[in-house]
């Protein structure tokens, strides 16, 4: 047949152009054509980044320039030496101890704040009632959706000296307890409050995770006479694996963020020995007191901080078999 006397150059000639037709680039045009609705939606939300996270991010230069308002910022001289701010912030005495302070929060923010978003999700999932369900989730969704500048009014009515708490403390006979007042018992209702405002909302990656579980899963455990607790242990809680270490790689990236609106929504002269924050630090030296370079610095060498972190807890949970976040 006539097919069959194609010369070899035309063969190749045929392959080359199927070639091209499938490259990378043509293969993401076709994407895009086909799904140009999604990419539409998506425009917003990369306008948004944009501007409010990227357009920013010119500011970082503070860092190495003797600022002059007058000039600006890009017409203000350069450091000399160049990173002689961030050598003024890592030296300065209370560096230390708002550093310590912030891993300490943190800390215990992650210690008792990251298990319990886990724990009521496995707890709603094991409820059969759904008004009831339903209606305990919307409470506890609620806070979220609420800033802290309205909830840091309703947390001093409720733990105040003369408070809600205190109130029925004092009616048994007992002393009140200075939640607001002193490092230690405000610390504790940071971490606290921190809980109740974000527990309900972080339950929904969670919810998520269960959902996709097979339930035949659940089924043959039954039917093998496994009880509420072992399947809970052995069915559960692996199928909550991936979203479990992919919060807890980025929870770890930000050990270096214990909640500036919480914070400073809260707090007062009398507790910042103990309370005050990197933020809370770098908020008083630039917008207050003016030293602009100085709490730039201060704010990329913790950025900078985050950043190795992130990319270390990543590398150990995959060493550890777990889901990285790349």
């Known amino acids: 047949m006539r097919w069959m006397t194609l010369s070899k150059g035309k063969i190749n000639a045929i392959k ?4 091209v037709i ?3 680039f043509n293969t993401k045009m076709s994407m895009m054509r086909k799904y140009w609705m999604l990419y539409l939606l ?4 990369a306008v948004f980044l944009l501007v409010f996270n990227y357009a920013p991010m010119y500011g970082v230069i503070l860092a190495l320039k003797e600022f002059s308002p007058r000039l600006g910022i890009f017409s203000s001289g350069w450091a000399d030496p160049l990173f002689v701010h961030f050598k003024e912030a890592i030296s300065n005495p209370k560096f230390l101890s708002v550093t310590l302070n912030t891993l300490y929060i943190s800390l215990l923010r992650i210690i008792f704040g990251f298990p319990a978003p886990i724990i009521l999700a496995v707890l709603f999932n094991e409820v059969r009632h759904n008004v009831y369900k339903r209606t305990i989730q919307a409470i506890a969704y609620l806070p979220h959706f609420l800033s802290w500048v309205i909830l840091a009014g309703m947390v001093k009515m409720i733990f105040a000296g003369d408070g809600m708490i205190n109130t029925v403390i004092e009616n048994l006979g007992l ?3 200075p939640f607001l007042t002193q490092g230690d018992w405000f610390i504790f209702t940071i ?7 974000t527990i309900g909302f972080s339950t929904i990656i969670y919810m998520a995770a269960i959902a996709g579980i097979d339930q035949e899963q659940y089924q043959a455990a039954t039917i093998d006479g496994a009880n509420r607790w072992q399947r809970i242990k052995y069915i559960t809680t692996p199928g909550m694996g991936i979203a479990i270490s992919i919060n807890l790689i980025l929870t770890l990236s930000g050990i270096l963020d214990a909640g500036f609106d919480q914070i400073f929504n809260l ?8 309370a005050d ?13 003016g030293n602009y370079e100085f709490s730039t610095a201060l704010g990329l060498a913790k950025s900078f901080v985050a950043f190795i972190l992130i990319v270390l807890t990543n590398k150990i949970i995959t060493k550890l078999g777990g889901e990285g976040v790349w």
């Open 22 to 24: 499938k490259t990378p």
């Open 42 to 45: 998506f425009i917003p939300c």
């Open 175 to 177: 002393t009140a307890l």
């Open 277 to 289: 924050i990197i933020d809370t630090y770098v908020y008083r030296m630039g917008v207050v007191a």
């Open 16 to 19: 080359s152009s199927e070639t």
């Open 191 to 197: 971490v606290f409050t921190n809980i109740w405002k």
């Open 267 to 274: 707090y007062s002269p009398v507790v910042y020995e103990q």
